[in-house]
């Protein structure tokens, strides 16, 4: 009888987690595909609104940081899964000690997520009173005191929006991380009714002011630089010879030597295919193209290459 007494309580509870839960694998989904490869932008003026909600549902900091932990390992799993796949392909890793890597890169990597969220938690009854822009002020400055080892901020979502990347020049990366997280935080604390929700309301209609003032202060810096005079053009080539993993293709050769200098020289001949049709400025490189430490014997055919050309 008592087992049965506690069984709707449980499910409850299940279901209470379950939804917050979601919430934050939301967020990490829409903050990761607003990068490349898919660089859906728009979805990053959104991706504060639901681990914000899944934050306010929390009843205890645990909760809440678990929160922040999950949005930060769903933002891995799709923007880092070159990780889990890096470790495959190069390490011979099976799939399961890829994902656990992953994981273990998505505990530090952005943790800035959990550390937020902790922060709500634990102010969530002043922030509730206060601007929204508040909590984007937060968001923020954990974006830019927290270290990260990829300049993956908020800000940088919008790289490719026309005019924001050059209001950059005015209010830096960190300037657009705020506005983006205002606008999520705006749509995120609007309560259900009354003279609070009309303030947000209002906060909403500034923020978008704000918005627009930059993209238009972007838009006309872009006018300007289109409009300086040329004084000179460069003319680079890139070469790439995608010859892949070094460690195979040394097995393949069974030398370091030999394959070292045979990677030098297949770039070297892509360099002159590329030179051939013109004489560009500058011909860049990969930084393995050079597979070995850059000793005098290995560098000399580069040597004679640049005198010849």
Not at 30 to 37: D, I, S
Not at 89 to 107: G, I, K, T
Not at 160 to 179: D, E, K, R, W
Request: with cysteine; net charge positive; aromatic share 10%.
């Amino acid at each position: 009888m008592a087992q049965d007494a506690e069984t709707p309580s449980l499910k409850e509870g299940r279901r209470w987690i379950r939804q917050p839960l979601l919430l934050s694998i939301l967020a990490g989904a829409l903050y990761a595909l607003a990068f490349p490869v898919v660089q859906a932008s728009p979805l990053a003026w959104f991706a504060l609104i639901p681990l914000i909600w899944a934050v306010r549902a929390a009843r205890t900091w645990r909760r809440a940081l678990l929160y922040g932990a999950t949005a930060a390992v769903a933002m891995c799993a799709i923007g880092y899964a070159w990780i889990a796949d890096m470790a495959m392909r190069f390490w011979s890793v099976p799939l399961p000690v890829a994902a656990l890597l992953l994981l273990l890169y998505s505990s530090f990597g952005e943790i800035n997520f959990t550390l937020f969220a902790l922060f709500l938690h634990r102010l969530r009854r002043r922030l509730e009173r206060w601007p929204a822009a508040a909590t984007a002020a937060l968001f923020t400055l954990i974006e830019a005191l927290v270290p990260k080892i990829f300049p993956d901020t908020l800000g940088s979502t919008q790289v490719n929006v026309p005019g924001l990347p050059a209001a950059a020049s005015l209010v830096g990366t960190f300037g657009l991380s705020f506005v983006v997280a205002w606008f999520g935080a705006c749509l995120a604390w609007i309560p259900g009714s009354g003279v609070r929700r009309r303030r947000r309301l209002g906060e909403l209609v500034l923020c978008l002011v704000c918005v627009g003032g930059i993209w238009m202060y972007g838009a006309r810096r872009l006018q300007a630089v289109d409009a300086l005079p040329v004084q000179h053009q460069l003319d680079v080539a890139i070469v790439q010879s995608n010859i892949g993993d070094m460690g195979v293709f040394l097995d393949e050769l069974g030398d370091m030597r030999v394959m070292a200098d045979t990677v030098i020289a297949q770039y070297m001949k892509l360099t002159r295919e590329a030179v051939e049709p013109g004489k560009p400025d500058v011909v860049i490189w990969p930084e393995t193209a050079i597979p070995i430490t850059p000793r005098d014997r290995a560098f000399e055919p580069v040597r004679a290459l640049v005198r010849e050309l």
